[in-house]
């Protein structure tokens, strides 16, 4: 795949517009694959419905208004509504969230509680025959009609608009059991001999041969109408929980933001507040908008957007992210993005749209339910024709019904969105932006990591690396002095030294008579003494040559890949200072962790070679491309997909865009440009290159979970539908089979949520013995699926 094969899948045609619509009445995969079909009919269109989500992510061209596209899904017999804008800090969902009166999950408890209430004495005499007193019947009628008529009702009410459709769904199949049921009973209570006084009935779990005119299946029309509506009541509730992660993420923002004008603080709405407004934040009050630190400083707690734990030191010029919460002093912030471009308003938006997305293996699962139901309606029929034919009405009737009911796609159409939901949420607590289903498949895949050197591995920030002083000159000293001239310094070599010797020595001293010298060093004086920083050569042309012992010390920085300075007074050399681009602390944990998943790590940069290979050697990386230019970065990973390797890419910057499209998988930091992070297929909030594992790692979980939800939705259907076929099944126990296999499928899915990085050193505690060795474990556990 070529870069600009890439870039045209990510960036669509002009003349396309995207809408995501509100899809109402949907009761089961199949609905949502009947919308899907009925939006993809209209020339141009492009949909993909979720049925976990209830929504429909819909491209169309110029010529196809909003109004057409919710026409067409009215003609499915369904509602469309594009969903309101969330308000500021509240997700759309809040309302029901809260338990409003609307709540459609309130309704549903209600109807299943008074059904279950009802239905529960109604199997319980049909079970234990030492409950049927003489006119047990004829209270089991009264008991099961209103969970027949009252509580299957979103059953039957579906079935109708279905059948005026020309359509068949899930609904279709529970509401022609349950009524079957109940008719039959009806007919055997009325005309047959069910409803004489003492009969008695025996309940079986199978169908058994003999039976007729004096059987009836009360308990069957009512405990099949109770166990799905409990199936549904868990199944909603679960997806609820499911989502729970992205609305705790759209419900971060400040609600409102103290605005500064003219010198006073003006409290408003944070909806209010402009790009260019300056507002203040106390000590633990939310950053309202993306912004930079104009005045104060103090630290920002970043966990509930990155993960990490450790607030982050922010001062003037620092960029500081809206949600996060400010932990220390008052600050003074001017807002660079708000509303909907803040960084929180983009990962819900990446959020939602990878939740909203469908894996290949889950196309294959809506192909199989769009065409489940009539062909379990044609099984059905071929049950009950088969049973006429060798027995009874009754077993035949009950075999034709244990089909109907035991043969719903639910769990089919559950099994990928439910997953994606918790694991992407999970992803987005942690940091880890996760574009899009596809890219799940892409992870299990992956054998080669490249990672970009500048930004990555390293800071991206010059910093003093050591320290080497003449004999009789104290090192301290000679770090005091030279930061003390290198204070006054613009260039990045200078701050460097600086900000280390501040942090290794302390307070520096004041300096007079400041000078830059040509590009090749300063001089000034400090402590009474004039001081020369800069090349060895310019102390050389100075008459300051360096002794031997700093030579060595020269060679062996440079021979590093440092930059090196030297500093002399009082006519000689006096010590050697190396500044070079720091290694992050993190990066060798995290190679380490990389090569524990099966991954192969390279090291690729435009740096000198020397440079790369000692950064290389530090963090753990045997294989190093150095000296390359941005397409030459796009090469290197076409080569390496050439020798048939599956290539993840790690950058951050606009160098590194190209490569991150190009590869496999692209991951981009965080804290990187826009545009590296536009390219990347999964994107790192934070900085740290060791959340590059844990988002491979999420990832395998998640399609791991996936399969197995499959691989349990299908082994259901075609181990449960020949066993009721059979006859193998009462109709009531296929009921309850039929509603666990659901609940199974979303539970199964929220285990996602107890997904934790691995232990680290350098955080709060150590790394516990056989931390390691787990994620080797889990290595070869994605390999066997």
Known sequence: MSSESAELKRVPARSEHRIELAIGGMTCASCANRVEKKLNRLDGVTAEVNYATEKARVTYPDGVGTGDLVAQVEKAGYTATPPPAPEAGRGADSTAAQGGQDDPLRALRTRTIVSLMLSVPVVAMAMVPALQFTYWQWASLALAAPVVVWGALPFHTAAAKNLRLGQATMDTLVSMGTLAAFGWSLYALFLGTAGEPGTMDAFSLTVERGGGAGDIYLEVASGVTSFILLGRYFE????????????????????????????????????????????????GEKFAADGEVQEGTSAADRSMLTGESVPEEVGPGSAVAGATVNVGGRL??????????????????????????????????????????????????????????????????????????????????????????VGTGRGAQLGILIKGPEVLETTRRIDTVVLDKTGTVTTGRMALAGVAAAEGTDEAEALRLAGAVEDASEHPVGRAIAAGAVQRVGDLPGVDGFAAIGGRGVEGVAAG???????????????????????????RDRGQGRTVVAVGWDGAARAVLAVSDAVKPTSAEAVTRLRALGLRPVLLTGDAAAVAGAVAAEVGIGEVVAEVMPEDKVAMVRRLQEEGRTVAMVGDGINDAAALAQADLGLAMGTGTDVAIEAGDLTLVRGDLRVAADAIRLSRRTLGTIRGNLFWAFGYNVLALPLAAAGLLNPMIAGAAMALSSVFVVSNSLRLRTFRPLARSGDEGTTPAGAEPAVEREHRAETAR
């Open 236 to 283: 909603a509730r679960s997806k609820r929980r499911a989502g729970d992660a992205l609305r705790a993420l759209l419900e971060l923002g400040a609600k409102d933001v103290a605005v500064v004008r003219e010198g006073r603080e003006e409290r408003v709405p944070v909806d209010r507040l402009a790009v260019g407004d300056v507002f203040a934040v106390r000590p």
């Open 529 to 555: 003494r004039r001081v020369l920083v800069g090349r060895p050569a310019l102390l050389a042309e100075r008459g300051m040559a360096l002794p031997e012992e700093l030579e060595r010390a020269v060679e």
């Open 332 to 421: 003074l912030v001017r807002a660079t993005r708000v509303g909907s471009d803040t960084q929180l308003a983009q990962m819900a938006r990446l959020v939602e749209e990878a939740q909203s997305g469908k894996a290949e293996v889950q196309r294959l699962a809506d192909r199989v339910s769009g065409v489940f139901v009539p062909v379990v309606i044609a099984l059905a029929a071929a049950t009950l024709g088969f049973w006429l034919s060798t027995g009874g009405a009754a077993e035949a009737f009950t075999a034709a019904v244990a089909v109907l009911i035991i043969a719903c796609p639910c769990a089919l159409g559950l099994a990928t969105p439910t997953a994606l939901l």
